[in-house]
């Protein structure tokens, strides 16, 4: 029989503790490059997003001042109609108000039902995606 010699040994463990430093690094190289795909992605959908949200701003501002000259030239219509109608001055401007303010409140409950999407919404499905992944690989090493 051959008795192994103790150098042999000391090659065969350091060749083990080269092939797991290996996967150690390589495991570390691909965590990185994924962690530099999520980065990517998160500032692809924030770009997309901070477009949408200007371009959705110009439209409010450009809406909301449209709106305000027809609405004056209305509230000043209603009064000039309302004013041989009703006998005291004050009347047609007390129908303009309650007419404004039903308005106002109807508007406030239809924006405040509106929802709005989230800012990143693949990159958290991503993460989402990521946690079960590790979730998994924890629980295969703890059952064998």
């Known amino acids: 029989m051959a008795e192994s010699n103790p150098s042999e040994k000391m090659e065969t463990l350091r060749e083990q503790g080269g092939a797991v430093l290996g996967g150690v690094r390589e495991t570390v190289l691909h965590a990185t490059r994924h962690v530099e795909a999520l980065a ?4 692809t959908e924030l770009n997309e997003y901070g477009n949408r949200q200007v371009r959705r701003l110009i ?3 450009a809406g909301v001042a449209l709106l305000l000259c027809a609405y004056l030239m209305f509230c000043i219509s209603a009064a000039l109609v309302l004013l041989p109608i009703l006998k005291p001055v004050w009347a ?11 308005a106002g409140l ?3 409950l239809v924006s405040k039902s509106g929802k709005t999407s989230g800012v990143a919404p693949e990159t958290v499905k991503e993460l989402k995606n990521d946690l079960e992944c590790i979730k998994l690989y924890l629980k295969g090493k703890e059952n064998s």
């Open 106 to 108: 109807v508007t406030l």
């Open 59 to 61: 439209g409010v501002l």
């Open 92 to 102: 047609p401007a007390l129908a303009v108000a309650i007419f404004n303010a039903l």
């Open 40 to 43: 990517e992605l998160l500032q």
